[in-house]
């Protein structure tokens, strides 16, 4: 399962990047608010990876943020609504506006934004309030991680663990002296979640 790719720009389209890994190009679909924040073509990209797996497909969705990864990996988890829709989603409202939308039940904003109906809107609403707010909630601590820490949260997320205890894995390593470098901080996180 991939999780984060850091590698070279080769393409930049407003829903598609390709990005240059050690020689492997890999095609990653994006939201329109990643495009404008990801720099010029050649420079080197990083992205939270959702990869997402069918019987006939295997498709990466890209996110500058864990944060913006997480709202994703909500938005798909509502009935009818697949990665295409939760990228579109998260094309016509950034993280914190598309959140703020489904909190308030503002089905009028969100059926704004292009191919989003009321039955849609609607379910969002009903399926997702509750939950943001408890990820709203829990969001103030994530900024001390860093972003060697997220990246290795969401790394271990990916793995199947709990974000409670990756974030623990994460401080328990820090504590023990391991650098702040994604890959021994992964290592060691890694570790102490095995044991």
Not at 1 to 8: F, N, S, V
Not at 40 to 58: K, N
Not at 88 to 99: K, V, W
Not at 168 to 191: C, H, N, Y
Request: overall charge neutral.
């Amino acid at each position: 399962m991939i999780a984060y790719l850091r590698g070279r720009l080769l393409e930049k389209h407003p829903n598609q990047v390709i990005v240059d890994v050690d020689g492997v190009g890999y095609s990653v679909h994006i939201p329109v608010s990643t495009f404008y924040q990801l720099p010029e073509r050649g420079s080197e990209a990083r992205l939270f990876i959702h990869t997402h797996v069918r019987e006939d497909l295997l498709a990466l969705y890209g996110f500058l943020t864990a944060k913006d990864k997480a709202l994703f990996e909500r938005l798909i988890s509502v009935s009818g609504i697949g990665p295409r829709l939760a990228v579109t989603l998260l094309s016509g409202l950034d993280a914190d506006e598309l959140t703020q939308a489904i909190r308030q039940g503002d089905v009028q904003r969100l059926t704004r934004i292009p191919g989003v109906g009321r039955k849609t809107s609607e379910r969002l609403v009903v399926e997702l309030r509750e939950k943001l707010g408890g990820a709203e909630a829990a969001a103030p601590a994530a900024p001390a991680l860093g972003e060697s820490g997220e990246e290795v949260v969401s790394a271990l997320l990916n793995l199947g663990c709990g974000r409670p205890a990756a974030e623990a894995a994460v401080e328990k390593a820090r504590q023990s002296g391991t650098p702040d470098a994604f890959e021994p901080l992964f290592r060691a996180a890694l570790k102490i979640v095995m044991k």
